[in-house]
């Protein structure tokens, strides 16, 4: 499938019964102090044979909490109503918002875009192509989002809070990945980051790190990596990140990502187009600290960005010793022992 229909249209309806895929719709917003931040997820699991299943996913990381509140409802109902970008069980995603909920996570937001559709990949061609497996698009880079979040008794106020929207399907994870999304830069508020950054097996082989995205600073838009851009350099851990990418116009990005471990989950994550292979083990902090440096070719000065809480850092991988709790998704006292 290519970009014959809408970035943020359902591909999972479309998909053939012998078919194994996956696609997640994920809203992630931070308060404007940077004491909290939420990440949502609206995720369908498609096994070959086998119907289409919906899991919501809810994450609150306050600054004050020893853990991030966690919680993931599976095995749900999956459809896409007309305008709405995917309905799982009572919980939808759409045009007009988001709302639903997760366990005892309950969420009624609405969202206005600061920022145009960030197609990741630099060609609509390579959306039809089978590599890379995973297809990425963020449908607001960048949006303020109002409503409101509760957790059990707790109610918690989203007014003005800034924020994303992002889009993702194909027919298995990358070996390895990481998604960075920066906002709230205290040098220039409408400054944004969203990069996508993966390695792939071919033939056995792991090939090395592909970056893919889009830096907005001082008001202007400008593509990140590609798929065949060489120089793209990542040094990873599952609490800190140092990257140097390449930016359209001969410029170079290098970033710092520090994830507190109090506000960093760990899930286990499946490939339901190969349900019997490894899984991956994935950490995020929504609630990251990041330093941004763009150095562009002609300029002494080199534009900072810096925000104490307003990142995101993903890491998607194979091992299990990284140190992170994994969370299990359900509430403290269920009894619920449904696998991962």
């Known amino acids: ?38 990440w949502i997820r609206y995720t369908i ?97 960048l949006g303020d989002f109002n409503g409101t979040v509760s957790i059990g008794d707790r109610e918690i106020k989203v007014d ?40 792939i097996l071919v033939a056995g082989k792991l090939l090395p790190w592909v970056a893919n995205g889009a830096i907005n600073a001082g008001g202007r838009i400008k593509r990140i990596g590609g798929v065949f851009a060489p120089g793209v350099d990542v040094t990873e851990a599952p609490l800190r990140l140092e990257a140097g990418i390449p930016v359209a116009g001969k410029s170079y990005l290098e970033l710092e990502i520090d994830s507190p471990p109090n506000l960093t989950v760990g899930w286990q994550y499946g490939d339901p187009a190969d349900p019997e292979a490894e899984s991956h083990q994935v950490v995020n902090c929504s609630a990251a600290r990041m330093t941004a440096r763009l150095t562009m070719p002609g300029h002494h000065n080199v534009t900072l960005l810096t925000t104490s809480r307003g990142a995101v850092y993903e890491l998607g991988m194979r091992e299990t010793g990284h140190g992170i709790p994994i969370s299990s998704g359900y509430p403290p006292e269920s009894s619920d022992t449904a696998s991962e």
């Open 1 to 38: 499938m290519g970009l014959s229909v809408s970035p943020t249209d359902a591909r999972f309806i479309d998909a053939a019964t012998g078919a194994g895929m996956y696609e997640s719709w994920y809203a992630r917003v931070v308060s404007p102090d940077g004491k909290l931040a939420i």
């Open 160 to 199: 003005g809070w800034r924020g994303m929207i992002g889009h993702n399907w194909g027919t298995e994870h990358a070996d390895r990945w990481i998604w960075l999304h920066g906002s709230s830069f205290v040098e220039d508020s409408e400054a944004w980051i969203d990069i996508v950054i993966g390695r």
């Open 45 to 141: 699991d498609k096994i070959p044979g086998q119907e289409a299943t919906g899991t919501t996913w809810f994450t609150l990381f306050d600054e004050e909490a020893e853990r991030p509140v966690a919680r993931r409802q599976v095995g749900q109902s999956a459809s896409a109503p007309v305008n709405t970008w995917v309905r799982i069980g009572d919980s939808t995603i759409g045009p007009a918002g988001l709302q639903g909920e997760c366990f005892e996570g309950k969420w009624q937001l609405s969202f206005e875009p600061r920022a145009p559709i960030l197609f990741h990949l630099p060609r609509p061609r390579f959306y039809g192509l089978p590599l890379p497996k995973t297809k990425p698009i963020s449908p607001v880079p």
